[in-house]
């Protein structure tokens, strides 16, 4: 069977990542599926890196930075004024208004108040993928920060992938990441029929019950949907991504000492 650790599948559903089809990097070490020892492939799912930048989940780490001081500036207006910001941030702007009329009698103030809390709601509403794309353009700075970041392993959950890892290219500004909280697995009949070319809409057409079976994990919205294997990773590539899907799997959180710990220990020296 053409599949193996490292194989890329693209067509495939994800509950994460649900507005667009999206890639499987397989993770079922190879021994296992060629001696036919597995009863489903297991795949950790990945998205188009310039799509994901428009993700819920992308858009989120985009803004993050300019979100906590946006909040943290509007905490010390409100706070001024005896407001709760974590409240006034869940209610629609026209109930803000209301509220910070009744309350604040500065007009500048007040200004500066609505202001701020209108640029924020607008900051964080990820509602459309347009919005995360013109947000995307618009903090194009960031989203390449937030890639160097993944790509030096400061986001242990994610990697990226570039092209050069997984075809015939030596492009480096375009690739997948890949997403390690997100584990699915595919039954080996299945695996069979995509390595045959049969997982197609228009394949399947004519067998409604199947093709509604493999609608639960493959993206087959459309008569132009299909899935097929889109590429493998190349050595050493492929054991770079499974030492830190290994590492990120198997980390374990303590509850250690922090910056301020190790102030007190140097202040502490008579």
Partial sequence: MDIEQGSIIFGLNSKKY??????????????????????????????NVKEWLCTKRGHALVIKNKRKALYNKLQQQVRSQRLNESLLVKL????????????????????????NIHNYLELINDSTIEKRKGDAQLYSHDCGELLNQISKGDYHRFIYLPEIAYMESSKKDNGIIVDFQEINCLPMEEIRLLVNGEIDYMIQEDNLDNLQKLKEGFWLK??????????????????????HFSFYFTRIGLDGAETKDFQKISEGIK
């Fill in 18 to 47: 649900p507005e667009q089809a999206c890639f499987g990097v397989i993770i079922t070490a190879s021994c296992d599926i060629a001696n036919q020892k597995v009863g489903e492939v297991y795949y950790l799912t990945a998205v």
């Fill in 92 to 115: 629609s702007l026209e109930e803000v208004k209301t509220v910070i009329n009744e309350t604040v009698t500065h007009d500048k103030t007040r200004e500066d108040i609505l202001n």
């Fill in 222 to 243: 459309n008569k132009d949907d299909f899935a097929f294997l889109y590429g493998k990773i190349s050595s050493p590539w492929r054991e770079h991504l499974m030492q």
